[in-house]
Nanobody, 121 residues
């Protein structure tokens, strides 16, 4: 069993900051990558930022320079520091973890329950 749990969403004014956290736990043999996505009603889920096993990081163009993804030393918790938030950043933010649960086993994608971020103008 693997659990992925997000926290840290909320309401903030335009220009403000929020920090999201995501912790993966359970039967983890290897954690290949963790990522943040976001989704607004009626639209497809959008990739925001990723960090893979070797530390390589990628951001969506819309958040570059404003958002920062980082992880803890154990590499099972990832953070998303969001600065200079704008109303268009309003969405449900989801954490995704790509995990191998046993040696020689396949990898699976696990999702958190999502956390609402609302930016008021």
């Amino acid at each position: 069993q693997v659990q992925v749990v997000e926290s840290g969403g909320g309401l903030v004014q335009s220009g403000g900051s929020l920090r999201l956290s995501c912790a993966a736990s359970g039967s983890i043999f290897r954690l290949n990558a963790m990522a943040w996505y976001r989704q607004v009603p009626g639209k497809l889920r959008e990739l925001v930022a990723t960090i893979i096993g070797d530390g390589k990081i990628n951001y969506a163009e819309s958040v570059k320079g404003r958002f920062t993804i980082a992880r803890d030393s154990v590499k099972t918790t990832v953070y998303l520091q969001m600065n200079s938030l704008q109303p268009e950043d309003t969405a449900v933010y989801y954490c995704n973890a790509n995990i191998v649960t046993k040696m020689y086993g396949p990898s699976f994608s696990y999702w958190g329950q999502g956390t609402q971020v609302t930016v008021s103008s």
